[in-house]
């Protein structure tokens, strides 16, 4: 179809001006189109001026011109030649489908002359062509010279005056009285006529006018879908639609009343608080909840949406009916019951089950809580609508639907929505049609379109997925109902994405205190003179009868009467919740818990068996199913590893999925190149050699009753995927969601998402998310880029005091993976890779975890496990010890080298070399963070009297060494019994000293506190809601139920801030310090040269093993 398309474009002009130019010479209607296409291009930025031009007709000239090539290349014109053997073009479907209402030609008498049943003369069919473009230039352009604007600021300038009508007078169209009242058969594509299969012409433009030119603009004849483009022109064109009965006007003047009561009420009470009202869009109010209960009618159960600050308590309020005293309570500045740094009141979702009143069906609505960062929101939203239609099993998204709002400068502002549009339609992507709401009050801060975009409409984003565009002007509501309607029920039919583009403006400033005045003097003399669309539309209705003044005046009362009760309930509020802020409650699934207790990671090894055999092994029962050679040979291997007990990275990670497929847990694994794996090591997905789409996932098939294993390759963003992925990981918590990027370092361009989401989500909104971010890293001399996931910056935010060593206790692990916003490791064995990522569902609480994930060491010989190391009684090693002669005897060791990842090779490599197994030492820290601060300790106490370095292939400024390293000194200062430390540095009691050299525990005392009490048992006095202590259990003696109160783990476990020691000046009381090997701080990742990066990496390896 879109080739045809293309077709018909380049058909457009001679084929145009052949057919129609005799009618149009004589009647003067040449004019008239002229000046229809001219007054398309008034809107200054016209793309759809470049739009096909083309009718049934055309298509059939295209049509015959290609028959006739392929029997005769010659016979056509040499650029139809060349245009056909570029092979784009297709033969249209039928363009012009016999309609039920249509008649042959040879049935109109049509006032020139003609007998009736005889076949039509040329001009007879030259006018009905030239009509046909009449009518398809309406529907191609209409929107270009609609009433879109309440402002008429971005009204088509034409001549003379705006309205439809004098539009017409200034085309210089001047037909006859007569042409005006001739009958024309109305074209297939048209459904202006109703029942009627002709029309006068005059009837036929007023019509159109109507329909196109009015108050709303519909955009959509770039879609490459005849069907629906019928579909549309249908529900905008059949006469009566935009006819509503007086219960429905009544309907619309109530939620405006709510959505313009909400504002009054909060400018009333909060008069200097932001609140980034909707002012002058608050239509969108009515507007959603039609389309909420438009698709709650067609089967819809569950919403999910995104959006921006611009009215968003206002949708709390009158969309989710989420309690106004809640929200009130936001504006009064109280403390927080439960734990986090929280958000501002204009970010936080909510969650809410309720009967729709109109539907009398139940609905569950969630409003995603959003960053600042404007349409970061949208791919998250995208993730959890799909997560929750996967766990309904909504294979088509019949009952889960998400809804994105944006800003119009945001919109066609941020990158974000075009990479979140290109997932639309995706197999394992798509939400199967999302509709977009632009609150577009033709402004962004300070900033107008004129300024903020070079495409025509904030929209045009939209069009590159096809999805119509319906333009209405926000001051019209019952355009505004229609188009909403239309929306869902499109929605509903094609599953596809839509966007209703509310034409408004803003009343206020940016925000309420922002003087708008400052920067758009005109508009806002406009603005001020323009009364609110409630205003209007209550006129209107009491001007037509259907409401009088008294029960306008009554409806907004009783409104503001409700606002009063929850704003005086509001005021005995003593504390927010952040949890009735929730956007994503996982019920049941904390509740019972023990908050501490880890499920094991080890399996059974025969399951390792099943899943290693199940993962070698082509299809079952399929021997037609034609592998490739080379992966014939990847099959045998991994049988080879099975059969010998051994695994490499590929078969670890899929024992770690296979095994938790099989305990019912969902795994999703998405990224670019995902399901070969980018380094060609993974291969989940088999395809047959000679029959495409035949493919073979050996993981959906590991047990009968297993849950679903989805791979997929995605589009080629970071941004949008991972925070596709971050939502679909929100979903649920019983799932394990992978996302990988190609290399580490390509995750910078999702850095919103890992900044504003994954790193400080629950911190903010109390939402926890166990998503698993598998960043290949590794300097491997491949270039600057390619190299480093940049792991020192996910270790910068991770939320672990360096200059902390937590208690310890059996439970030291699990309670700082609790109190850790995430999660960073570097694993180099398969048997930890497989453990951690088990781990992920094996704890009682979700954590993110940043997995720096190896290249060479996917093949290493040497990074292997054996399945000993996977099966039961074996876990996560935080830090693998050395197991040689070394570890052996350590007395004897001189030289300790800690290093992470794959750089272990290299060292033992190194060290086997030099012969010095037993004078060094070689430890790995495969969990950086939290930070194992209790091995470090007691490794360091093992090697007593070695030296200690930490040896990282990246540079200085870079890797984990600016984390490792105070934490290391804290750790190596625990080494020693601190309390009999006679260093009276040590027990100061200065606690807003942050220069001089600080131990940890010696900023968390309090001043009152006896210096003489032992730390730890101060630690772990209980801390009373009112800041005073009493005697706590002992030390190491935890006591588990205040702990994860939330409110005292604070208390307990953040150090005071402005405490932290300067960096570089503590100084270890052990008298032990670790020193640094490796390469010089640098700009880049990695070293310029292959042969650079070979004698960087040797003198690094010299120098740390060298004793
Ligand atoms: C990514 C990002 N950049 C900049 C900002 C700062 N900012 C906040 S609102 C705003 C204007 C938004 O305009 P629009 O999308 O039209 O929404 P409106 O405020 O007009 O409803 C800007 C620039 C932001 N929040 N996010
Ligand atoms: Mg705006």
């Known amino acids: 179809m879109h080739r045809a398309h293309t077709a018909f474009s380049l058909a457009l002009s001679p084929m145009a001006h052949r057919n129609f130019a005799t009618w149009l010479l004589k009647s003067g209607t040449s004019q008239k189109l002229a000046k229809a296409t001219a007054a398309a291009a008034v809107r200054t930025y016209n793309s759809a001026a470049a739009e096909p031009f083309a009718n049934g007709s055309t298509a059939t000239y295209v049509e015959e011109m290609y028959n006739s ?37 040879t049935a109109f008498n049509l006032g020139g002359g003609g007998v009736a049943g005889a076949a039509p003369d040329s001009k007879t069919i030259d006018d009905h062509l030239a009509v046909q473009a009449i009518i398809r230039s309406y529907q191609i352009r209409g929107h270009n010279i609609a009433h879109l604007d309440p402002l008429e600021i971005n009204s088509p300038e034409l001549p003379g005056n705006s309205s439809t009508k004098s539009i017409y007078a200034n085309f210089s169209f001047e037909p006859s009285e007569q042409d005006m009242e001739r009958q024309f058969k109305l074209p297939s594509t048209t459904f202006i006529g109703g029942d009627e299969a002709s029309l006068p012409l005059k009837e036929i433009l007023n019509r159109l006018e109507n329909v196109y030119c009015n108050k709303i603009g519909v955009e959509f004849m770039f879609i490459n879908s005849l069907e629906q483009c019928n579909w549309i022109r249908k529900h905008f064109e059949t006469p009566g639609v935009l006819n509503f009965s007086p219960e429905e006007k009544r309907l619309i003047l109530a939620r405006l ?61 009158n969309v989710c009916r989420k309690p106004l005293n809640q929200i009130f309570t936001q504006f009064a500045g109280l403390e927080a019951a439960d734990d986090g740094s929280g958000d501002v009141k204009y970010h936080l979702g909510t969650y809410i089950e309720r009967l729709n009143r109109v539907t009398n069906k139940n609905i569950r609505l969630a409003v995603v809580a959003n960053p600042s960062h404007l349409e970061a929101v949208d791919p998250v939203v995208q993730g959890k609508t799909r997560a929750e239609q ?70 045009d984003v939209a069009r590159v997925v096809n999805a119509p565009i319906f333009h209405v002007n926000a001051d019209d509501p019952e355009a505004v109902m229609h188009v909403c309607k239309v929306a869902a029920e499109w929605r509903a039919t094609f599953h596809k994405d839509c966007v209703i583009d509310l034409v408004g403006y803003r009343r206020n400033g940016h925000n309420e205190i922002d003087e708008p005045m400052f920067t758009q003097p005109l508009m806002y003399q406009k603005i001020r003179k323009h009364k609110n669309c409630l205003d209007l539309y209550a006129d209107k209705l009491i001007a037509e009868g259907t409401v009088t003044g008294e029960e306008v005046k009554s409806v907004a009362a009783k409104y503001e009467n409700i606002c009063e009760e929850a704003f005086a309930l509001a005021k005995t509020e003593t504390h927010v919740k952040y949890k009735d802020w929730l956007d994503s409650p996982w019920s049941g699934f904390f509740e019972g818990k023990d908050p501490l207790k880890v499920a094991p990671t080890g399996v059974k090894e025969e399951t390792l068996i099943h899943i290693g055999n199940r993962f070698s092994m082509p299809p079952p029962n399929a021997a037609e199913f034609v592998i490739h050679k080379g992966l014939m040979r990847v099959l045998a291997a991994r049988k080879n590893m099975v059969d010998e007990k051994i695994a490499d990275w590929a078969l670890g990670e899929a024992m770690a999925f296979g095994s938790l497929l099989k305990e019912g847990i969902h795994v999703r694994l998405s990224g670019q190149d995902v399901e070969r794996g980018t380094f060609s090591h993974r291969h989940h997905v088999l395809h047959h050699q000679l029959v495409d789409k035949a493919t073979y996932n050996s993981l959906q098939h590991m047990y009968p009753d297993q849950a679903p294993y989805s791979v997929s390759n995605s589009s080629l963003s970071e941004y949008a995927v991972l925070g596709f992925e971050h939502g679909y990981s929100m979903t649920n918590p019983n799932a394990l969601v992978l996302w990988e990027a190609q290399f580490g370092d390509f995750s910078n361009t999702a850095q919103s998402i890992i900044d504003q989401f994954i790193s400080s989500g629950q911190s903010k909104w109390v939402r926890q998310s166990g998503l698993v971010m598998l960043l290949p890293h590794g300097m491997e001399g491949m270039g600057p880029e390619h190299s480093s996931c940049r792991v020192e910056r996910f270790l910068q935010m991770s939320s672990d005091d360096p200059d902390y060593f937590p208690p310890e206790s059996d439970e030291f692990a699990v309670r700082q993976l609790h109190d850790i916003n995430w999660i960073v490791a570097n694993c180099t064995t398969p048997a930890n890779l497989y453990h951690i990522l088990r781990r ?24 292997k496990s054996p399945f000993s190391e996977m099966s039961e009684g074996s876990e996560f090693q935080r830090i693998i010890p050395d197991n040689g002669p070394a570890g052996q005897n350590p007395a004897s060791v001189k030289k300790v080298v800690f290093c992470s990842g794959r750089v272990y090779y290299d060292l033992t490599k190194t060290r086997a070399e030099k012969q010095l197994e037993s004078d060094v030492a070689i430890l790995r820290v495969e969990q950086i963070s939290p930070f194992p ?30 984390y490792v390293q105070p934490r290391f000194l804290t750790a190596l200062n625990h080494s020693r019994d601190v309390s009999q430390s006679d260093d009276p540095m040590s027990y100061s009691n200065t606690t807003t000293n942050t220069t001089t050299t600080t131990t940890d525990h010696t900023n968390i005392e309090s001043a009152s506190e006896p210096e003489s009490k032992p730390w730890l048992s101060r630690m772990f006095a209980s801390n009373k809601s009112d800041g005073s202590t009493d005697g706590g259990p002992a030390t190491g003696d935890f006591n588990a139920a205040k702990h994860f109160d939330l409110k005292n783990v604070r208390h307990d476990f953040n150090r005071p801030a402005g405490n932290a020691a300067a960096p570089g000046a503590r100084i270890s009381k052990t008298g032990r310090k670790i020193s640094y090997t490796g390469r010089a701080a640098s700009a880049s990742t990695a070293t310029g040269s292959k042969a650079q990066h070979i004698r960087e990496l040797n003198a690094l390896l010299n120098d740390a093993i060298s004793t």
């Not at 075009?418 to 509709?435: F, K, N, Q, V």
């Not at 601060?933 to 400024?957: G, S, T």
């Open 390 to 459: 996967f766990y309904r099993g909504d294979q088509e998204g019949k009952k889960v639907m998400s809804i994105l709002i944006h800003g119009d400068a945001a919109f066609c502002g941020q990158g974000v929505v075009y990479e979140t549009m290109h997932l639309s339609d995706l197999p394992d992507y798509t939400t199967h049609g999302t509709i977009h709401v632009v609150a577009n009050n033709q402004i962004g801060f300070t900033t107008d379109p004129r300024f903020s975009r070079s495409s025509p409409y904030c929209t």
């Open 69 to 105: 090539w392929l029997r005769d290349p010659a016979s056509v014109h040499t650029s139809w030649d060349a245009y056909f053997r570029s092979n784009t073009y297709t033969s249209p479907p039928n363009l012009a489908p016999v309609q039920a209402n249509t008649l042959p030609l």
């Open 840 to 863: 992920q569902i094996a704890l009682p609480f979700r954590k993110p975890l940043i997995l720096c994930t190896p290249k060479s060491l996917l093949r290493h010989p040497e990074a």
């Open 257 to 317: 009343t709510r959505a313009t009561g909400f504002e009054a009420f909060l400018a009333k009470k909060y008069s200097s608080e932001k609140r980034f009202g909707l002012e002058g869009c608050e239509i969108m109010i009515p507007a959603l909840k039609e389309i909420i209960d438009v698709s709650t009618e067609l089967g819809v159960e569950s919403v999910i949406m995104g959006m921006p600050h611009r009215g968003r308590l206002n949708t709390l309020a």
């Open 933 to 962: 601060f209790d091995l470090v300790k007691e490794q360091a106490n093992l090697y007593k009297n070695a030296e200690l370095v930490w040896a990282q292939e990246e540079h200085k400024n870079q890797g984990s060494w600016t």
